[in-house]
């Protein structure tokens, strides 16, 4: 079946460490996307990537690297620069069609303490 | 900037009752509307969309209606399940954008008793 798959569903650092968030999807879908979800706040947008090689900022990227090696992979690194990295984050893709639906992963909740 | 309001949750309902969720939207142009739903511990899944004014959208019950003259998409849905407990989030594609990405309201958690 096709989807994303996001690993690990659980991930637990100590501040001051760098993370990678793993992100895969055998969709075939040109755009990726990384959100942010915080009680309260709904979800933000913090990379996407609508092609190979390219990827842009989103709404609150500081603090957040991503690399778009491979189509159907987008790592989302949550670096020491980050204030408030503990959260749930979303990965999600699309085709190039415009208003064609996100398609979301189960999501990865990391806790820094 | 363009934006998304919802209204504050919980809302809770006893099975077979009415659902109103309301959501308005702050865009210039005309933006493209969804409604995602997300169950415990599991990503988003979009619901219904619409692309223009006046358009409905529907799945599984649930309805909206693209109203442009009170800039709102409203969910509704005449009797709801105990299936149906999720947090629904109201979203839109930046009208005149050459991406996908959306813009979330802050999601409305519905819970249904039998």
């Known amino acids: 079946d096709g989807g994303i798959t996001q690993s690990p569903k659980y991930l637990f650092r100590k501040e001051g460490q760098n993370v990678t968030l793993s992100c895969e999807q055998n969709?075939?879908?040109?755009?990726m996307y990384w959100y942010r979800q915080d009680p309260g706040q709904g979800l933000r947008l913090i990379y996407y990537?609508?092609?190979?090689?390219?990827?842009q900022k989103g709404d609150i990227a500081e603090g957040y690297s991503v690399s778009r090696e491979k189509k159907e992979s987008f790592p989302l690194t949550v670096t020491s620069a980050q204030k408030n990295p503990t959260a749930f984050y979303l990965c999600a893709s699309s085709t190039a069609v415009l208003n064609s639906p996100l398609h979301f992963g189960n999501g990865t909740r990391l806790t820094v303490t | 900037g363009d934006s998304v309001t919802q209204m504050e949750g919980p809302v809770t309902l006893s099975e077979e009752a009415f659902l109103t969720i309301n959501c308005t939207y702050t865009a210039t142009g005309y933006p493209s509307l969804f409604w995602y739903v997300q169950y415990p511990g599991e990503g988003l899944q979009l619901l219904l969309k619409a692309t223009k004014a006046d358009d409905k959208g529907s799945n599984k019950g649930f309805e909206a209606t693209y109203r442009k003259e009170t800039t709102s998409f409203h969910l509704e849905k005449g009797s709801v399940q105990v299936s149906d407990s999720a947090v629904y989030f109201c979203?839109?594609?930046?009208?005149?954008?050459?991406?996908?990405?959306?813009?979330f309201g802050t999601g409305t958690l519905l819970a249904v008793q039998p």
């Open positions: 979203a839109l594609s930046s009208p005149g954008g050459a991406t996908n990405k959306l813009i």
């Open positions: 969709l075939n879908h040109d755009a």
């Open positions: 990537s609508q092609i190979v090689n390219d990827f």
